[in-house]
């Protein structure tokens, strides 16, 4: 099967009728990721082209696939999942493919709204045609449209699906009344205490809250964050945005493109606060959060997402935030109490697959052993504020 290359990216085009064919990135339409990104049947910002391009960009050793599925007859961009093998992902040499990608919490492809099971399925058949045995997201929301989708389009091959490390975490539904919202989630009480810390800090001076959406406002924003955030327990452990060349290259790229808006709460005009927002259809994305550790006393972190819960749940245009965050976040979870089921769904692309069963094994295997490794390796890490 022939190959063209751009960007180090391959795609892999497959029709609703099941076939397939390998073509150059340069090949698709220019608008056609675009296109289908607004009219997804669940939104994924993290597989916009002008996010997914610049994180790939920032590991270019993961020599990134895209299994795409098309319909038939207009030729209309239905599927688009970004994909790696799974020795670039796991080091594992196995016949599997991997919905890997740097900095990417969530990996539900996009999927046409109006085709959308098919789209699944086409996706499928791509991957088996590139030789996988098996196609894992390891970041996938359960129970919604696109997880749906595949579900039917399994049945439909007579395919048997595992999901594993099945968590929830935290998201807000933003069509509520901010205020009501948070006093039933908070507690008056909880509610009280923060407006009092508020209070205190407007006696530490200026307080103001800022939504930076244009690129040049965005820019400047985003120096002031990884400033933030390498000043912070992320900076002391060398994993701040801004640290390593590649990863700054990443994420200033991706603000350039105009993939972020980003909120912050400032004091006398200097951000004690910075929270980095990511937008697809009607559903947003908080990607990262940083916060003056020193003003740790007046919660920061939390005083800035209650002005962020307040924002978004006043624009008509946003239905849903997710968190982006851990299962269990200390923080988060006390202020939005919707849950989002994710999971990494492993979908064997044959029936009846002894290998797929085998790798879905030593997948679960090698995941066990690095929650036991980093367990360990985290502790003795000193904790972190609880409302920050």
């Known amino acids: 099967m022939g190959e063209a290359a751009m960007s180090r990216v391959d795609v892999l085009s497959a029709r609703a009728v099941d076939t397939a064919t390998a073509v150059g990135l340069a090949q698709v339409r220019p608008g056609a990721w675009n296109n289908l990104a607004g009219q997804a049947a669940e939104p994924n910002a993290f597989y916009d082209a002008r996010y997914a391009m610049p994180a790939y960009g920032s590991a270019p050793n993961l020599a990134p696939q895209a299994l795409l599925a098309y319909s038939g007859g207009e030729r209309l961009l239905t599927g ?7 020795w670039s992902a796991l080091r594992l040499p196995v016949p599997a493919l991997v919905a890997h990608q740097p900095y990417t919490p969530l990996t539900v492809p996009l999927l046409h709204k109006d085709h959308a099971v098919e789209a699944a399925g086409t996706l499928i058949d791509a991957a088996a045609a590139r030789g996988a045995r098996l196609l894992s997201l390891p970041a996938m929301v359960l129970y919604g449209p696109a997880h749906a989708a595949f579900e039917e389009a399994i049945t439909r091959r007579g395919l048997t699906a595992t999901i594993h490390n099945r968590h929830e975490r935290a ?11 948070l006093r039933a989630g908070f507690g008056s009480k909880r509610l009280k205490e923060m407006r009092r810390l508020r209070h205190r800090l407007d006696d530490e001076g200026t307080v103001a809250f800022v939504m930076s959406n244009t690129p040049k406002d965005v820019a400047a924003a985003l120096e002031r ?25 990443f994420v200033r790229r991706a603000a350039a493109e105009g993939m972020f808006a980003i909120g912050e709460l400032t004091l006398n005009g200097r951000a004690i606060a ?22 740790a006393r007046y919660s920061p972190g939390v005083q800035l997402t209650l002005e962020l ?18 299962a269990g976040h200390p923080m988060i979870d006390h202020v939005w109490r919707e849950r989002l089921s994710v999971g990494d769904l492993l979908i064997p692309t044959r029936p009846n697959d002894a290998l797929a069963k085998a790798i ?6 090698r995941r066990g052993a690095r929650t036991r490794l980093k367990a360990l390796m985290h502790r003795d890490k000193p904790s972190k504020e609880k409302n920050t």
Not at 80 to 86: G, K, N, Y
Not at 171 to 181: G, N, P, S
Not at 225 to 249: I, M, N, P, R, Y
Request: glycine share 8%; proline share 2%; no cysteine.
């Open 80 to 86: 688009l999942l970004p994909v790696v093998s799974a």
């Open 171 to 181: 998201m807000l539904d933003a069509r509520q009344d901010a205020e009501t919202y």
């Open 225 to 249: 964050f990884l400033l933030l955030e390498a000043a912070g327990w992320k900076g002391a452990g060398g994993t701040g945005l801004g640290q390593k060349q590649s990863d700054a290259g």
């Open 274 to 295: 910075s929270g980095i927002m990511m937008q697809q259809a009607d559903r947003a994305f908080f990607f990262k959060i940083a916060y003056d550790e020193t003003l």
């Open 309 to 326: 819960t307040r924002l978004y749940a006043a624009d008509p245009d946003i239905a849903s935030i997710d968190s982006t965050a851990d």
């Open 360 to 365: 879905i094994t030593l997948m679960a295997a």
